[in-house]
Structures are given as structure tokens and as C-alpha cells.
């Protein structure tokens, strides 16, 4: 059983900066890939970044480029997604996946407010 924890989030003000964590169970090397989705009240979860075991390549969305930044530990077991010049629309519950061979796993989201 694969099990990945979500911490970090929280309400923040426009502007301010938010540290998520995604701790994972299990191997590294038994996946290919790490990141994190959002998903907006009302609205369809979107991928927001990912970072690739294997060779390290990261992804951003468009509208976390030059504002998020993605980074795996991997003596920890854990994913970190970086959060910079937070905007409202930012707002939602960010939810760690951990894609493996055949097999997607979630955690069970973390909150992220970006409210004055």
C-alpha cells in the first residue's frame, strides 16, 4: 500500500510564499514520477508541476512558471512544491500524485488559501 502525506498548507496573503511537502512510501526507484494538482472550487483539477525520478526533468504549468519551484528529496522520501508571489486565484486544495508502472496514486490534499 502506497501511502503520500501532504503538509504545507494553509491561508497566506497575496503576495506571500507557502512551502508544500509530500512525503511518499516506498522506493524511489519504484516510480517515474512525483508532482502536484490543484483543484479550484468548481473547477476540474489541473496538473500544477511534476519532477521525473528518473532524469530529474521538471514541468511547470504556465501559470506556476517563475512563481513555483518543484524539488524531491529522496533520502526523505518527499516532494516539495516552493510557492512565490501567491495570487488569490491560487486558492485550493493541492493534492500530491505519485505515478508509477500502471498505477497513479493521491494524497488526500492540502488547502491552500490566498486571501487578504
Known amino acids: 500500500q502506497v501511502h503520500l502525506v501532504e503538509s504545507g498548507g494553509g491561508l497566506v496573503q497575496p503576495g506571500g510564499s507557502l512551502r508544500l511537502s509530500c512525503a511518499y512510501s516506498g522506493r524511489s526507484s519504484d516510480y517515474y514520477a512525483i508532482g502536484w494538482y490543484r483543484q479550484a472550487p468548481g473547477k476540474e483539477r489541473e496538473g500544477v508541476s511534476c519532477?521525473?525520478?528518473?532524469?530529474?526533468?521538471?514541468y511547470y504549468a504556465d501559470f506556476a512558471k517563475g512563481r513555483f519551484t518543484i524539488s524531491r528529496d529522496n533520502a526523505k522520501n518527499t516532494v516539495y512544491l516552493q510557492m512565490n508571489s501567491l495570487k488569490p486565484e491560487d486558492t485550493a486544495v493541492y493534492y500530491c500524485?505519485?505515478?508509477?508502472?500502471?498505477?497513479?496514486?493521491w494524497g488526500q490534499g492540502t488547502q491552500v488559501t490566498v486571501s487578504s
Open positions: 500524485n505519485l505515478k508509477g508502472s500502471g498505477a497513479d496514486y
Open positions: 519532477i521525473s525520478f528518473i532524469d530529474g526533468t521538471t
